[in-house]
């Protein structure tokens, strides 16, 4: 019976994670209508301001309207703000505002936070909210105040504020959004493409969001003693620093072999960096070659890690599905790692995660194709960027028809709240009580 109720209880976290992701992209998008967020005093139209506030909501950094341009300083307060709750779940908002107003969080709300940032028990849920909030802050002021001498000096001193804090908030959420099409629309941070300085605080502004904040409290914990983290932790940081490095060395050989040996260095980590759902971009990608094109699509669906800013299938997914191919080539009745085993129900899920991210994948690049009659690579690359909430993009999002914008829109959801989330929320769990029997299907 308690069994039965946990799950009763599961099952109602991932609605209410749902819903409330629901709630936050109507209200942004009601408040992006109103003629004070356009620059021109005008009403956008709703479904200009719903692409929007899902792209914000949903941190992934997709535009149909140049930020700079067209979103006056309110409205890009309002972007800015569906940038924040999105990144940090608005499960955690609602509990801090709960705990600001003295009231006391109950077991159900514990439960929903630690759905919401996949923590591993319930006990001291509170405790690690506070501290989300605590790194979320100290990370984000540290990267404005490090932005700030550049913006200053090309914006001014009041300008440069806003310019450092929307920046630094937007990598550190790995939005993507950016305010630079002041200089020229749609150019994200192009003009800084040689800029060592700001290219390196973006990157750890990124990563710092990227690698999650379980990650982070454990790191904070055990200092340099890796043995003393936990096996999430290890995969995390092996993964992700493989994921930086690898893709980095391939984009350096066989992207940007005409450029300067800084650019190129620059340019090939900056890329490898924000594929992973940032969102940024410091060169052209629309003149990117078909193989690191690929190759980006590919990080995009990876994403971030567990308990991160970031959306996609994860770090630990793709590690855990690694380790169980590993196992089956070697033979090896269990799959492990760092001297630990991997339980089978991670593997069922993650194996589930992968098949539902590729399948949507797939399907809607295809239909984007079908729809748009565009090339089948370009059409991919929007729908992996979308599904990974990665937000880069190879120029074709604002020429897209209203059916394959709802398309994205319906990705980029799927994307940040999670598939699974989803699924759990449409479907209750069904409580075996008998197991059939078993036979063997022949695969490979």
Request: with cysteine; charged share 15%.
């Amino acid at each position: 019976m308690k069994k039965d109720k946990k799950k009763k209880n599961n099952h109602n976290s991932f609605r209410v994670i749902s819903v409330g992701f629901i709630i936050l992209i109507l209200t942004g998008a009601l408040l992006l209508m109103l003629p004070i967020s356009s620059q021109s005093r005008s009403v956008t139209p709703f479904k200009d301001t719903l692409f929007t506030a899902v792209s914000a909501s949903c941190v992934t950094g997709l535009i149909v309207k140049d930020t700079a341009t067209h979103w006056s300083l309110f409205g890009q307060a309002v972007i800015l703000a569906l940038i924040q709750i999105g990144g940090m779940g608005v499960i955690t908002i609602g509990l801090m505002i709960t705990r600001l107003s003295g009231r006391k969080i109950g077991l159900g709300f514990r439960g929903m936070m630690q759905d919401s940032i996949s923590a591993p028990q319930v006990g001291g849920i509170l405790s690690l909210t506070k501290f989300i909030l605590k790194m979320t802050a100290l990370f984000e002021l540290t990267g404005a105040v490090l932005l700030y001498p550049v913006f200053c000096r090309d914006f001014g001193a009041v300008k440069g504020i806003w310019y450092s804090l929307f920046h630094s908030v937007s990598a550190f959420c790995n939005a993507g959004f950016d305010l630079m099409g002041v200089r020229e629309p749609f150019s994200s941070l192009t003009s800084y493409g040689g800029n060592i300085y700001v290219n390196i605080v973006v990157m750890l502004l990124i990563i710092t969001g990227g690698i999650g904040f379980l990650t982070w409290d454990d790191i904070i914990q055990h200092r340099c003693h890796f043995n003393k983290y936990r096996l999430q932790t290890k995969i995390v940081l092996v993964t992700s620093g493989l994921l930086i490095l690898l893709p980095a060395v391939f984009f350096f050989f066989a992207e940007y072999s005409a450029e300067s040996f800084k650019e190129r260095v620059l340019h090939s980590f900056f890329q490898s960096v924000t594929a992973r759902t940032a969102g940024f971009n410091t060169a052209d990608l629309s003149q990117m070659r078909e193989p690191c094109a690929m190759l980006m699509t590919v990080l995009m669906l990876i994403g971030g890690c567990s308990g991160s800013t970031a959306g996609g299938m994860k770090t630990s997914t793709v590690a855990v599905l690694f380790l169980a191919a590993l196992s089956v080539f070697k033979r090896k009745n269990d799959v492990e790692c760092f001297n630990r085993r991997v339980s089978e129900d991670i593997i069922r899920t993650a194996g589930a995660i992968l098949f539902m991210y590729t399948t949507l994948f797939l399907s809607t690049g295809i239909a984007v194709s079908l729809i748009e009659s565009l090339p089948l690579m370009s059409c991919l690359f929007e729908t992996g960027s979308a599904l990974g909430t990665a937000g880069v993009t190879l120029g074709i999002t604002t020429s897209l028809s209203l059916p394959s914008h709802i398309i994205l829109m319906i990705l980029m959801f799927a994307g940040r709240v999670g598939g699974l989330t989803l699924i759990y929320a449409a479907f209750a769990s069904n409580n075996e009580v008998s197991r059939l029997p078993q036979e063997k299907v022949t695969v490979g």
